[in-house]
């Protein structure tokens, strides 16, 4: 039901239209295909459905923007938030990077492989930090670390211990 424009589609006779869609409890902006779903639905809130007639129903974010039911290409980096210094997502032909867009900084890379680097593009092994890193709980299943800094800590240490390789000041 509503207002909408048709348009005759390719020698195959399949019509397309633009236009209002009444759902009964609101109006909504659709382009589509007679006789199957709605490819392209706007509700009176601005919000986007593609592939779904109902961009706000459930899901972790109960309240989308845009709703894609289906696979989604991007072309290109997706936004975390507005602003100039908003981290976003790039992905790219090795893996996906978290950046900074204030600096283009890369702080996080995640390659196809597996390997994960934290202020590292390239990392080496399954998981390279590039900076301090901090915990508060036990160091669980190690075998073997290798150092190029310092290692410190201000704990007690018990237990029999594997070997410690280090490159610098222990």
């Known amino acids: 039901e509503g207002a909408y424009i048709t348009f005759q589609g390719d020698l195959s006779g399949t019509e397309y239209f633009l236009g209002r869609y009444d759902t009964g409890d609101e109006d909504k902006f659709a382009i589509g295909r007679q006789g199957t779903a709605y490819d392209f639905i706007m509700d009176s809130s601005g919000n986007v459905g593609i592939g779904t007639e109902t961009p706000t129903a459930g899901g972790a974010a109960s309240t989308?923007?845009?709703?894609?039911?289906?696979?989604?290409?991007?072309?290109?980096?997706?936004?975390?938030?507005?602003?100039?210094?908003?981290?976003?997502?790039?992905?790219?032909?090795?893996?996906?990077?978290?950046?900074?867009?204030?600096?283009?900084?890369?702080?996080?890379?995640?390659?196809?492989?597996?390997?994960?680097?934290?202020?590292?593009?390239?990392?080496?092994?399954?998981?390279?930090?590039?900076?301090?890193?901090?915990?508060?709980?036990?160091?669980?299943?190690?075998?073997?670390?290798?150092?190029?800094?310092?290692?410190?800590?201000?704990?007690t240490s018990t237990g029999s211990f594997g070997a410690l390789i280090s490159k610098g000041s222990t």
Not at 78 to 84: H, L, R, T, V, W
Not at 91 to 97: M, N, R, Y
Request: aromatic share 2%; charged share 10%.
């Open 64 to 155: 989308p923007k845009l709703h894609v039911n289906g696979p989604l290409r991007v072309d290109g980096n997706i936004a975390i938030a507005d602003g100039s210094a908003t981290p976003y997502i790039s992905a790219g032909t090795t893996g996906l990077q978290f950046r900074n867009n204030a600096n283009s900084a890369t702080l996080l890379t995640i390659l196809d492989g597996g390997k994960v680097g934290i202020g590292n593009t390239a990392p080496p092994q399954k998981l390279t930090v590039a900076g301090n890193i901090s915990a508060s709980g036990a160091l669980m299943g190690v075998t073997h670390i290798t150092a190029s800094g310092n290692i410190s800590g201000s704990a």
